[in-house]
């Protein structure tokens, strides 16, 4: 069974930065499968932010790119997201997950940002 815990979230002014991580434990697998991190804001859908394959190739929202970096670790099991010139829109809940499948998620990390 494979579990996810994240981390690295809070409060932080517009223009700030922040590095979540996610730590994968119980995958044999890790260092193969897409890793990715999502985000849900109030009242809107949970969405993809930015995945990273195990060849590390990587994928971003549009409204992240530029400002966001997904990076792994594979020694570690863990998958990072590097958040810089953060806007108040990018106040939600993030969440990791694993394989991009509808089951392997995290508990979820709260940002927020204040303008």
């Known amino acids: 069974q494979v579990q996810l815990v994240e981390s690295g979230g809070g409060l932080v002014q517009a223009g700030g930065s922040l590095r979540l991580s996610c730590a994968a434990s119980g995958s044999t697998t890790f260092s193969l499968t897409t890793m990715a991190w999502y985000r849900q804001a109030p009242g809107k859908q949970r969405a993809l932010v930015a995945a990273?394959?195990?060849?590390?190739?990587?994928n971003y929202a549009d409204s992240v790119k530029g400002r966001f970096t997904i990076s792994r670790d594979n020694a570690k099991n863990t998958v990072y997201l590097q958040m810089n010139s953060l806007k108040p829109e990018d106040t939600a809940v993030y969440y990791c997950?694993?394989?991009?499948?509808?089951?392997?998620w995290g508990q979820g990390t709260q940002v927020t940002v204040s303008s």
């Open positions: 990273i394959t195990g060849a590390r190739s990587t």
């Open positions: 997950n694993y394989g991009l499948s509808s089951t392997h």
